[in-house]
């Protein structure tokens, strides 16, 4: 099936640091859910990007969807230690679901 | 308001072997997904029922069926285990007006050995 390209695979950074998270398509997508798995949980839905170009807060959370809708990034301002985990994106193209990125895993050096 | 849940939560089969998960979806919601999750890797989407019928369906052999009820829960089942099928098994699940949205399940770790 189609794939997606989520990186880094891994960060780790100083609480208080900015994080980004992208995930990337080689064809155009439907929409995208982002989802985060604390270490030892399941996913969490955070949100579902639909428009080209589109931007979503959510507190220090930002979701942006690319013009072309093959692209998606998730930015944390000044991470906490709360914000440890794994986010996954899930992109949708048509009907079909498609596999979920692979995942960038989240680390915080409190 | 009971969200999704799953059982059992572990299980330990051995090759060859069959086995049924178990997954209630968040009341409310008539959707149900399964996913299996490797360790350190993403969710993959094995198949989605609605309406009790099979609705899409992921990359994974036919060894890997399921069932919805009229009460939207759902079973997943796994014939003649592979090793390669130990894995976290998801179940998500959404109402049909917002099936993006989907609820996960806390899994079901299975171990074949």
């Known amino acids: 099936g189609q794939q997606v390209m989520q990186i880094p695979q891994y960060q780790h950074v100083q609480e208080g640091e900015d994080f980004t998270t992208y995930c990337n398509s080689s064809?155009?997508?439907?929409?995208i859910q982002w989802y985060k798995q604390r270490p030892g949980g399941h996913p969490v839905f955070l949100i579902q990007?639909?428009?080209?170009?589109e931007v979503k807060k959510q507190k220090r959370l930002t979701f942006q969807f690319g013009e072309a809708k093959k692209n998606s990034s998730l930015h944390i301002t000044a991470t906490q230690t709360t914000d440890v985990g794994t986010y996954f994106c899930e992109p949708l193209g048509g009907a079909q679901k498609l596999v979920f990125g692979q995942g960038t895993r989240l680390t915080i050096n409190p | 308001d009971a969200g999704v849940t799953q059982s059992p939560t572990h299980l330990i089969k051995t090759r060859g072997q069959q086995v049924t998960l178990r997954c209630s979806p968040k009341s409310g919601h008539d959707t149900v997904s399964w996913y299996q999750q490797a360790l350190g890797q993403g969710p993959q989407f094995i198949f989605q029922?609605?309406?009790?019928?099979?609705?899409q369906r992921g990359n994974f052999p036919d060894r890997f069926s399921g069932h919805q009820f009229p009460n939207y829960s759902s079973e997943l089942n796994v014939n003649a285990l592979l090793l390669g099928d130990s894995a976290l098994y998801l179940c998500?699940?959404?109402?049909?007006?917002?099936?993006?949205?989907?609820?996960f399940g806390p899994g079901t770790r299975l171990t074949v050995t």
């Open positions: 064809t155009t997508l439907s929409n």
């Open positions: 998500a699940s959404s109402p049909r007006s917002a099936s993006y949205e989907q609820y």
């Open positions: 029922y609605y309406e009790e019928e099979e609705r």
């Open positions: 990007l639909v428009k080209s170009g």
